[in-house]
């Protein structure tokens, strides 16, 4: 796994590390401490502006949001502010999404969008004209452009911070486009508290992704703007090289320092929304940056998680909670402050003057000059040193406690093999030996499913007496290896005593039911179970049924159930891999997306036999009408017409002022376009300057500060970063050109991030708008979205209207019914860690109270997601659909209001007015 704690590269700990390349950041041993930190930081609801929002705020249900209340944005990035489907601080319903047998989602209309003035997208990429923004609400039955996501801060001006306040001062503004009442179909709050403007809190123009095994990404955000570097300062990563830190080792100055740490798109990803008006932070705040390092000066000093429960068997935080006996939970982490963690995990020049004592820096001198610590008081402008640097401390405890929510223990896992170890005996559980008998009685096959397939070689043979009678017992663990177990597959192929049909048939169920065995004692079917190929004899599947818990002699109605679940999952892997759906050309590996470290720089991966396409960051692809570079592992997919959101074709400023683009693919055509002339928008001075450096910094090779990545998990040795760029064989010699010239077809616009299937039963809605409500209504969007000449009420996508971007890949899906119900199954069922679902162990959590909607006095309404300690929760967590259907009893249900100080016995909130400036 690339994370940078774990392998030993932020403490100097790791095989093959060498000061002379890398930087040590850490002090030794402090690997969980970091994950503990950010585990305080992820959910500390102190962070946000209105002591409310916390990074967990919008990644509380399986790292995702499933809130239904004020939930809609309008079409922000294409410039819209008012809303077509529902008014703000409104309730979503399944009807909004076309109702719960529609295979829509929300309204999508492309001949709508073309009657209304959209224009197809231009030959080079170029998006069409957008729909006439005047005739938006005249299409709004057939389509909108409204995105479901997640609720963040009202709309209030930061006047400055308040010691020791879990609330900083502001302004409400009166007016915010957008999310107030001069929307049409919002007629502000009925029953107005005077003190209260008629605004909401803002929605985000993009969906919210999952957090769960969001270390595997080789970038973050849904347009990849969080770099894979992290510099310690913002998002960007190598793509700024001004961004400075400070270090301090001595004298009356301190140096502006550059970092650059690989694998670390979470923590680019990290500082994000702590800068940002419309998730955490009061507009000119600065998040932890800018130039009044605000977040720093706010959190250092405070008591973690104040106020909030923490469950006292806390994973992570249990030990920290300093529980009496009887005591199951307490408020906050008493008796520490976050800068006794920093000055505990991190090297001292980082944020000390060598003795363990502040350094105060002035901002006159752009925070280098040090002063006495007396000119560092709370309504000063001068900052420490350790406020300075708090954004690298928070980006690098977020990523190591997020790099912890893997969620490799699922039914696809476990038939993949490996996650089983031998236990021949059933002492430390289910046995793994295999003693399959043959239909006619005469042979026995022997197999352990705990140990390896053997590279070659054929079964032992004995004749033995079992069970009263004399058999040929063909026995495989003699040749086992000790390793990784047999997968499924292996063992429906070494089990059968002989080729017949009927034998393997019945060997595939011996394997079945073993591998049943071994499935989390909580899991259950899915909502397309009753519809898939394969039923048990005793009656069809029940959507929801339990499968855990099958034990022998196998003659339970849940080993019937989980045998058949079983051979759906592998079902619905076959078709969802096989060439006619290829969905795994996106969504590959085990991670289920290709939008990876190990996909992109095959880091982790065993090196591919000749003629294979290798990992690269960019790639050549045809799409339908056009051939050109794109950035590896995004797409366009023709969800929404291109121009809505631009998502990786867009631009980013820099910390000199130089405007670059997201898309590496354009990023590594202007700097072969170098020194000559640019196009706009990036022939100013500053932007030409800052792709110099950062075309000098990728030619510069290994050293501290380098843009370099880790040769492999065990060996550390860097080696440098390249923007390589893949050629598929099949594409011939012709057009297999490994560089971008000036003439090239960089191809970007409207590409997204293809994003994990993991844990994705609980992870709607789904697409970067949040569109689709369930996994049935996704599938019909594939099946049909390049079915050109099919009507809106049967495609539902703006293939015509993309076409010039649009994914070749993407074909007319018919596999049958049923094993569309089996491919459902596969996501809903087979990728789902269940000790996640149920929050078990490392998914745990403290409490965190969370904002859904307002009510009629404009009061935001505080709903309670509850402490849970290791042993998880005694219900799974909810569903974004069964949010949709107001079904209840659910964990995260949001039907239990806050219990915390800053709300009333209802939950409403008892802080929305800021304090006055200080």
């Known amino acids: 796994m690339p994370d940078v704690n774990v392998l030993g590269l932020l403490d100097g700990q790791g095989d093959g590390f060498n000061p002379a390349e890398w930087e040590q950041i850490t002090n030794p041993n402090k690997r969980t401490d970091l994950q503990r930190l950010g585990k305080l930081f992820f959910y500390d609801m102190q962070v946000g502006s209105d002591g409310v929002q916390a990074c967990a705020s919008c990644h509380f249900n399986s790292g995702a949001d499933i809130r239904t209340v004020n939930s809609m944005s309008p079409g922000l990035k294409r410039g819209d502010t008012s809303h077509q489907l529902l008014g703000v601080n409104k309730k979503l319903d399944v009807m909004d999404y076309g109702g719960l047998s529609s295979p829509r989602g929300l309204p999508i209309s492309e001949s709508a969008l073309i009657g209304a003035g959209a224009t197809p997208d231009q030959a080079d990429g170029t998006p069409g004209a957008l729909a006439d923004s005047a005739l938006l609400d005249a299409i709004a039955g057939d389509d909108v452009n409204d995105v479901v996501s997640s609720q963040g801060v009202r709309a209030t001006t930061f006047t400055g911070l308040i010691p020791g306040s879990i609330q900083d001062a502001g302004i409400l503004e009166d007016l915010d486009d957008g999310f107030d009442d001069s929307d049409d179909l919002f007629d502000g709050f009925p029953n107005k508290d005077p003190g209260f403007p008629n605004t909401v809190r803002r929605v985000e123009p993009r969906n919210t992704p999952t957090t769960y095994n969001a270390i595997f990404n080789q970038s973050s955000f849904w347009d990849g703007r969080a770099d894979m570097f992290f510099n310690g300062v913002n998002t960007l990563g190598f793509r700024d090289p001004d961004a400075t830190l400070r270090v301090y080792s001595g004298g009356n100055y301190a140096q502006e320092h550059s970092v650059l740490i690989p694998f670390s798109s979470l923590a680019s990803q990290a500082v994000g929304p702590t800068g940002s008006d419309f998730e955490m932070e009061f507009i000119h705040r600065g998040g932890g940056g800018g130039d009044g390092y605000n977040l720093g000066r706010k959190m250092v000093n405070l008591t973690p998680l104040y106020g909030q429960w923490v469950n006292c068997n806390d994973s992570l935080l249990g030990s920290l909670a300093g529980c009496d006996p009887a005591e199951e939970q307490v408020r906050g982490i008493n008796g520490y402050l976050y800068s006794d963690f920093i000055k505990d995990i991190f090297l001292e020049k980082f944020w000390g003057d060598g003795s363990g004592n502040d350094v105060c820096l002035t901002k006159a001198s752009n925070f280098t000059q040090k002063v006495d610590m007396s000119n560092c008081d709370y309504s000063s402008e001068n900052r420490t040193l350790m406020e300075v640097n708090f954004n690298l401390f928070w980006g690098l405890a977020v990523q190591a406690y997020e790099a912890t929510l893997t969620t490799g223990n699922t039914i696809v896992d476990l038939m993949a093999g490996g996650m089983i170890d031998s236990n021949p005996d059933g002492n430390n559980g289910p046995e793994t030996i295999i003693e399959h008998i043959s239909s006619d009685g005469r042979t026995m096959v022997r197999l352990d499913i705990g140990k390896s397939r053997p590279p070659a070689g054929t079964p032992s043979r004995s004749f033995q007496m079992i069970n009263g009678r004399f058999m040929i017992v063909m026995d495989w663990t003699g040749l086992q290896p000790d390793g990784d177990g047999v997968s499924f597959e292996d063992c429906s192929i070494m089990l059968p005593p002989s080729s017949t049909e009927v034998e393997a048939t019945a060997a595939y169920d011996s394997c079945a039911l073993k591998f049943a065995e071994f499935i989390h004692p909580k899991a259950e079917t899915g909502s397309e179970a009753p519809n898939a190929p394969n039923q048990p004899e005793s009656g069809t599947l029940l959507a929801g049924e339990p499968i855990g818990g099958c034990a022998p002699p196998y003659d339970s109605r849940v080993c019937e159930a989980a045998a058949a679940t079983i051979a759906n999952i592998d079902e619905g892997m076959g078709r969802f891999q096989a060439g006619a759906t290829d969905c795994a050309e996106c969504h590959a590996s085990a991670e289920f997306t290709g939008a990876t470290i190990s996909g992109t720089t095959g880091f982790g991966v065993e090196p591919l036999p000749p003629g294979e396409e290798p990992p690269a960051i960019l790639e050549r692809m045809n799409t339908f009408e056009n051939q050109g ?267 239990e209001p806050c219990d915390m100080d800053i709300a009333n016995p209802n939950g409403k909130s008892k802080i929305e007015v800021p304090y006055a400036a200080p």
């Not at 010239?741 to 994003?755: A, E």
């Not at 049967?794 to 993309?802: D, H, P």
């Not at 990728?831 to 009510?855: M, R, S």
């Open 629 to 895: 570079v794109y950035d590896a592992g995004f797409y366009n997919i023709a969800i929404r017409p291109t121009g809505e959101d631009l998502s990786v074709g867009d631009n980013i400023t820099t910390t000199n002022g130089g405007v670059i683009p997201l898309s590496k693919a354009k990023l590594a055509q202007l700097m072969g376009m170098l020194p000559g002339d640019l196009p706009a928008p990036y022939d100013s001075p500053e932007t030409k300057a800052v792709l110099q450096k950062i075309a000098d910094s990728l030619q510069a090779g290994v050293g501290v500060g380098g843009v370099q990545i880790p040769t492999a998990p065990g060996n550390l040795t860097a080696k440098p970063f390249a923007m390589n760029l893949a050629c598929d064989p099949d594409m011939g010699a012709v057009v297999c050109d490994p560089t971008v010239p000036s003439d090239d077809l960089v191809l970007r616009n409207g590409f997204f991030k293809t994003p994990t299937i993991r844990m994705t039963k609980f992870t709607g809605p789904f697409m970067h708008n949040g569109s689709k409500m369930n996994l049935r209504q996704v599938l019909e969007f594939y099946k049909t979205v390049v079915d050109f000449d099919l009507s809106d009420d049967k495609r539902f996508g703006v293939a015509n209207l993309n076409l010039h971007n649009l994914d070749a890949g993407l074909r007319i899906v018919d596999v049958g019914a049923d094993r569309e119900a089996a491919m459902v199954e596969m996501m809903e069922t087979g990728l789902t860690d269940w000790g996640a679902a149920y929050q078990e162990g490392k998914f745990d959590h403290p409490q965190i109270c969370v904002p859904n909607g307002h009510d009629g006095k404009g009061r935001t309404k505080l709903a309670n997601i509850a402490a849970v300690g290791t042993d998880g929760n005694t219900t799974r967590i909810i569903t974004f659909q069964e949010m949709l259907e107001e079904v209840t009893g659910f964990a995260n249900d949001l039907t």
